[in-house]
């Protein structure tokens, strides 16, 4: 299955990748056809131009044997005879070739707007001939005007004296040697040249469909006996691993809680059995009980990470009050922050309503900010935990007067197996899963979780959560301070956990 994924993959890779290449290709090739199509036609029209010329000046050099073979004045010019040899070529073909001048002496000399422009750089001397594409209807044409200057055979019907009458009849225009006598015009079809090209379009376009795709099929054999099939082979390899070692992770965890949980139970009988008289029983038992909760709490943390990566976890919908779930904070991390001599503090909002959600998702995600709290707080600190409800959104707010972290380490708190204020590894010897779990759980639950801190002068973790409340149905007289835990004033909404880390004291 993963392979028909990879192979639809790649073959969706190499088709984009192909069409890509075709376009910047055909692009390429119509901008390369175009000029060469423009370099055929003015081959062409230069060979027909140079022909037309030839026979020009063969009539121009036996015009003395013509005129004494047929008397004085023959009446065949070179002019004539090239003129009639143009109008019988136009006439046999789709080609246009005739002769123009500036101030033609008849109407079929007239020069047309693209033939005066020709004539006009020709009179400024820029260019000797001068070309372009037309559009006549539906076809395109090649418009060629070639130069034709004044020959020294040319002078007695064109040069001087300006006015006199030549021997065809015409006035003489005073023209010398070298000056622009007029210009030979050639009008083209470009449809058989177009046609040709288009031709050569689609065998490139085939060409190139199949060159494509016999690469296309290659690599794709090649990919997936050297490389595809390895690779999916190992992953599937690895996979299974993976998952044996997370099954194994799972039930290890599973195994050591078992243990743990008659620790506690014996510890808590042992410390309502024991006598009142010997307090350093008392403490033996209170350091007992304080290890065994860090050990559990360690191993919670890596079941919830494994099942995570497993993605077996799933959240509970339940009625909770968070009375209860402060209760049990105080109960759990209580005696950590008695042992590290550091106050801890619970406020809870007196209008709190009860909530829907998953109780025990909830107690990790706090237990685990404020173990993080406890663990970077130095003896004789503190670390206050705020819990209220405003705008839909269960907040959750730590902080401490810790050693804080530094601006630089503050995006990769939340990874796993990194722990503040070191990078790489936990020095107060956690597991560097906690904040990871927290922001993964704030995730699963909607909400989000964000930190505040300055360096030396502590820090604040502040969860959002969208819980939806349970309508209020306590009744009148009951309270709720009546749960023992020390509350805060109702913090305002902009107020809760806004101060920057560190900078306050608890009330």
């Known amino acids: 299955m993963e392979r028909r994924r990879l192979a639809k993959k790649f073959f969706l890779l190499a088709g984009v990748v192909s069409v890509l290449v075709l376009c910047v290709y055909l692009a390429w090739f119509y901008h390369a056809q175009s000029i060469e199509n423009d370099r055929r036609a003015l081959a062409e029209a230069r060979v027909l131009s140079a022909e037309i010329g ?19 004045t023959s009446g065949i010019y070179c002019a004539v005879a090239a003129k009639d040899i143009a109008k019988r070529f136009s006439a046999g073909s789709a080609y246009s070739i005739r002769y123009i001048r500036g101030n033609p002496r008849n109407a079929e000399d007239a020069p047309d707007d693209f033939e005066r422009k020709a004539l006009a750089a020709f009179e400024e001397g820029v260019v000797e001939e001068y070309y372009g594409l037309e559009h006549q209807g539906d076809s395109s044409v090649f418009r060629y005007v070639g130069l034709l200057e004044i020959e020294d055979g040319c002078l007695p019907c064109h040069g001087d004296p300006a006015g006199e009458k030549d021997i065809t009849g015409y006035a003489k225009e005073g023209m010398a040697e070298g000056d622009v006598a007029g210009a030979v015009s050639i009008v083209m079809p470009m449809d058989s040249i177009i046609a040709d090209a288009k031709a050569d379009l689609v065998s490139t376009v085939v060409f190139f469909c199949v060159l494509m795709g016999s690469v296309t099929l290659v690599l794709a054999l090649g990919l997936r006996t050297w490389i595809t099939a390895p690779i999916v082979d190992e992953n599937k390899k690895l996979r ?35 006598p009142d008289d010997s307090p350093e029983s008392r403490a033996l038992v209170n350091e007992v009980e304080t290890n065994a909760r860090v050990l559990l709490a360690m191993i ?73 709290a406890l663990r970077f707080t130095d003896s004789g600190g503190w670390v206050e935990l705020q819990l209220a409800y405003r705008k839909g959104q269960f907040v959750i707010c ?108 608890p009330s």
């Open 240 to 274: 299974h691993e993976a998952e044996d070692q997370s099954n194994f992770l799972t039930i290890i965890t599973h195994e050591l809680k078992t243990p743990l949980s008659s620790i506690l139970a014996f510890t808590e009988l042992w410390k309502e059995r024991m």
């Open 54 to 72: 030839a026979a020009w000046d063969y009539i121009d050099a036996v015009q003395p044997q013509i005129n004494r073979a047929t008397g004085e």
């Open 300 to 372: 919670n943390n890596v079941l919830d990470a494994a099942k995570l990566e497993a993605g077996t976890l799933s959240l509970a919908q339940d009625e909770f009050d968070v009375y209860d779930l402060s209760g049990q904070v105080k109960a759990t991390m209580g005696p950590l922050a008695k042992k590290k001599d550091v106050s801890f503090k619970v406020k809870v909002s007196p209008d709190t309503p009860l909530l829907l959600g998953d109780e025990e998702v909830l107690r990790r995600i706090v237990v685990n900010l404020v173990n993080n």
């Open 398 to 505: 730590v902080c401490d007067n810790g050693c804080g972290i530094p601006a630089e380490q503050l995006s990769r708190v939340f990874d796993r197996f990194v722990s503040a204020p070191h990078s790489e590894t936990t020095s107060e010897g956690g597991t560097g899963l906690g904040l990871s779990i927290v922001r993964n759980f704030s995730t699963m639950m909607g909400g989000n979780v964000s930190v505040k801190s300055l360096e030396g002068e502590g820090s604040c973790f502040t969860v959002e959560l969208p819980l939806p409340a349970i309508p209020d149905e306590v009744e009148e007289g009951d309270d709720a301070a009546d749960t023992g835990l020390p509350l805060a004033d109702e913090p305002s909404a902009d107020s809760l956990c806004s101060r920057e880390g560190g900078n306050h004291e």
